[in-house]
């Protein structure tokens, strides 16, 4: 169903032009930015920071820059990331969490600890996969994705936060931090431009399964779909 959705022209279409305008507007901020030095480096090389604290490594005498791609560089980098996710897996024999680069085939549920089922599984790889097809970082993405979503009602349960800091801070790494920095912490990575686009992609494949991949639903349509959400 990843694929499908993917490879559907109008989708392809929409992220390949979302790409585009990200890159442009990147490239063209970069040109106005004011950039500190913040280090010169071994080998002729200075380290800048701009006015977001983003950093830049660039050669002795040259000026941070960024080169956006064209249309056609970034449907081909598209393309090779989704053929490249069809036909390789890397998996690896543990019960970690899988993550971008690995599908683990022993992961565990954090909650319940079992191991996760089939379809649990298909879930994580096409998330992760996701995420290798579809790298949303830098300033665009993050600003688009704040602006449709509220951080201030987020809250954890004690089940949630103590999950958490048992996958990130093991007893073997110290100290663990304070309760409002881990809360923090989880709400950066929550409502990164990644995670929502993957979290809100297959919140969609549920609702819609079985539909046209560039279907616009309604929530009509969502209580009709009770069996898969």
């Keep these: 169903m990843l694929f499908s959705r993917l490879e559907n022209p109008s989708l392809f279409a929409q992220l390949t032009e979302f790409i585009r305008h990200a890159e442009a507007g990147e490239e063209e901020r970069l040109k106005q930015e004011t950039f500190t030095l913040i280090k010169t480096l071994a080998g002729g ?8 604290g983003n950093a ?18 970034i449907e081909k980098d598209l393309r090779d990331r989704i053929e490249r996710q069809k036909t390789q897996t890397t998996i690896e024999f543990s019960d970690d969490i899988s993550d971008a680069g690995r599908i683990c085939v022993g992961q565990l549920h954090p909650v319940s600890g079992k ?32 602006a449709a979503f509220d951080e201030a009602p987020v809250s954890f349960s004690p089940v949630e936060m103590e999950m958490y800091c048992k996958l990130m801070y093991p007893p073997s790494d110290g100290a663990m931090p304070e309760p409002d920095t881990i809360k923090q912490q989880l709400i950066e990575y929550l409502f990164s431009p990644h995670e929502l686009m993957e979290r809100m992609s297959q919140l969609k494949k549920l609702l819609w399964h079985g539909w046209e991949s560039n279907i616009h639903g309604s929530p009509s349509c969502v209580c009709s779909r009770p069996l898969y959400f």
Excluded: W
């Design 115 to 146: 191991r996760l089922s089939t379809r649990q599984m298909c879930l994580a790889e096409a998330h992760e996969k996701g995420h290798e097809i579809r790298p949303l970082d830098g300033t665009f993405f993050k600003s688009y994705f704040s």
């Design 56 to 73: 830049h490594m660039v050669k002795e005498g040259e000026r941070p820059s960024f080169s956006a791609r064209t249309r056609d560089e």
């Design 45 to 52: 090389m200075n380290l800048f920071r701009d006015s977001l």
